[in-house]
């Protein structure tokens, strides 16, 4: 599988999920990685990346709530997401983006928070 995410479900707001994105070692290592959401009739949206090298970036919506974070050992990318709020609800993606071009796309992993 070259992208696998996993961890989603159903959380009360103002609780924690913790994504998971386990990877092809070939893809891992040459690749900037993110996670993005897609609302129920809205575009899909970049949540948070981390490149290869550790830098991050987040959505405003989403800073000081998620953190990305990679390991590198065993190719895997994770997203923790804490003071969830309804608006986070989402079919979450996990991306990676291929230094050398192309992109790929995980199969997605449904995020609900209820109020």
């Known amino acids: 599988v070259q992208l696998q995410a996993s961890g989603g479900g159903l959380v009360q707001a103002g609780g924690s999920l913790r994504l998971s994105c386990a990877a092809s070692?070939?893809?891992?290592?040459?690749?900037?990685m993110g996670w993005y959401r897609q609302a129920s009739g809205k575009q899909r949206e970049l949540v948070a990346f981390?490149?290869?090298?550790?830098?991050?970036n987040y959505a405003d919506s989403v800073k000081g709530r998620f953190t990305i974070s990679r390991d590198n050992a065993e190719n895997m990318v994770y997203l923790q997401m804490n003071s969830l709020k309804p608006e986070d609800t989402g079919i979450y993606y996990c991306n990676a983006a291929r230094h050398y071009g192309g992109v790929l796309w995980g199969q997605g992993t449904l995020v609900t928070v209820s109020s």
């Open positions: 070692r070939n893809i891992f290592g040459s690749s900037d």
């Open positions: 981390i490149t290869s090298g550790g830098i991050i």
